[in-house]
Each structure stands twice: as C-alpha cells, then as structure tokens.
C-alpha cells in the first residue's frame, strides 16, 4: 500500500531558484526518509528525520515534518542542472517490522539551466 | 568498496519463462529488500527479509518468490505466473535499529518480456 502522496508530481524550475516539495502520510511515523533517483539508476537516500524532529538540515536540503498535519516538505536552496532527479518521500510507520518502508509516488524535478 | 550489485542490468524473457534476478551486498546488512517500479510510480515492496533463512511477504508478492541462504545474497524469482512482470526490479538492503532504517538502493534490473 502507498502511504505517502507527494505534491507536485511534477515540477519544472530554473537553475538557481528554490524547489519544494511536499509530501503526506496516513499512519503515525517512527521516521520520514528523503531519496533521489535519477532517471534509470537506483535510489539514493538523502536524509532522515525523526518523528520528534520538526526541521533539519543537510547542504542545500531543509526537511520539515508536522506529525500534526502527517506531512512533510523537502526544499532544495539555489538548485542546479544536476539537481534534475525524481524525489520520494518513505515513511517508517509506527509498529513496522523488518524496517520496511513505504514510498510516495514521487515528484519529478527538472532543472533547466 | 562496499555496496549492493544486482545483475543482470537489462533482462529479456519470453513468455512462460522464469527468470532469476541477483542482488548481493557486503554492507553486512541483516535486512534485504526487493521493490517494483513500474513507470511513473513509485516503489512497490515484493518480499523482504530481516534475517538468514527467513522472508516475508511484502504487497505484490504474487508470481514472485525468494529465497535467503546467505546473508549476502537475496536472489528473486519470477515466475510464469506473473502475469505482467515487465518492470524495474530494485533490491536495497539496511540495518535494522533504533539508529535508523536507512536503505541503501542497487542500480537496478530492468526485466522486459517478449
């Protein structure tokens, strides 16, 4: 079952603005992972925020979590040609055994330089 | 150099056929995983495994089957019984902990039937 949405599924920017994307789950967290997958390779975890978080960062990345609202933003600063990937939210739900995850649909960036 | 291969890279099977995909790591992960990716979407969980000798079904286990002999390696299988198995296959593995279930991606197999 798909627990994560993610909004845009598709959004289209040029090189040095900011992207966001949003992503919403249904059951409670243990935590929210953020991957990259460029077109045709395997995905590539990029950072992972605790129920008890509300904002970290990494780089140019800035993830925020609501428990409260069961959603989730990535925001990529001052984004570059190279940013150009498909962005999943996965979620750890609550009681889950064997550390599956659940993946969104994804949001497919594209960049243009 | 430590990671998570699967092979073959592109797979062409004719109708009828089973057709055995390889994924190994040396990250010493107890977990493995075996996802679906059809175009546009996102992952589909088939079967993964917490442990030697041991596996679960995940949503769309149906014409898929597994086996885990060696911490290594979790090959997969499918099976003629698949009706529409066209797809691209990942495998991931992790550490299963209070640390955090980070899950480290193969590149992927890319199964196509004739």
Redesign the interface.
Known sequence: SQQGEEDPQALSIQEGENATMNCSYKTSINNLQWYRQNSGRGLVHLILIRSNEREKHSGRLRVTLDTSKKSSSLLITASRAADTASYFCATDARGNQGGKLIFGQGTELSVKP | DGGIT?SPKYLFRKEGQNVTLSCEQNLNHD?M?W?RQDP??????IY???IVNDF?K??IAEGYSVSREKKESFPLTVTSAQKNPTA?Y?C?S???GSG?????????T?LTVL
Do not use: H, T, V
Not at chain 2, 40 to 45: A, F, I, T
Not at chain 2, 100 to 108: D, K, L, R, V, Y
């Open positions: 699967q977990a995983y996802y546009g979407q996102g992952l589909r969980l993964y495994s917490q679960q995940g949503d691209f990942l991931a992790s550490i299963i955090g279930n980070e899950q480290f991606f193969g590149p992927g890319r």
